[in-house]
């Protein structure tokens, strides 16, 4: 089995700073392409940020410039920092792992999600 658990979220102010965190544990072989998507009330789940094995990063529009993801492969762990929030960054956050298991299985791993919650 394959876990990947958030920590971060929280409630900040419009301009504020958050980090959060992502760790995958479990039967992991090898993990791929991690990314952090979210989900505000009434809306589709949307990517945010994803990072290759290799560290290539890609960003969504609306959090270019403010959102920075990185990993760390010996700890099986992604991190998003995320400065100058605005209200509309308000959301549950989920990280995302594309991983090979030990036992040969292949596929999207989900965690439970953190919320973020941004007032003006």
């Known amino acids: 089995q394959v876990q990947l658990v958030e920590s971060g979220g929280g409630l900040v102010q419009a301009g504020g700073s958050l980090r959060l965190s992502c760790a995958a544990s479990?039967?992991?072989?090898?993990?791929?392409?991690m990314g952090w998507y979210r989900q505000a009330p009434g809306k589709q789940r949307e990517l945010v940020a994803t990072?290759?094995?290799?560290?290539?990063?890609s960003y969504a529009d609306p959090v270019k410039g403010r959102f920075t993801i990185s990993r760390d492969n010996a700890e099986n762990s992604v991190y998003l920092q995320m400065n100058s929030l605005k209200p509309e960054d308000t959301a549950v956050y989920y990280c995302?792992?594309?991983?090979?298991?030990?036992?040969?299985?292949?596929?999207?791993?989900w965690g439970q999600g953190t919320q973020v919650t941004v007032s003006s």
């Open positions: 995302k792992g594309r991983i090979s298991t030990s036992v040969g299985y292949y596929g999207d791993y």
């Open positions: 479990g039967s992991i072989f090898r993990i791929n392409t």
């Open positions: 990072i290759s094995s290799d560290s290539t990063t």
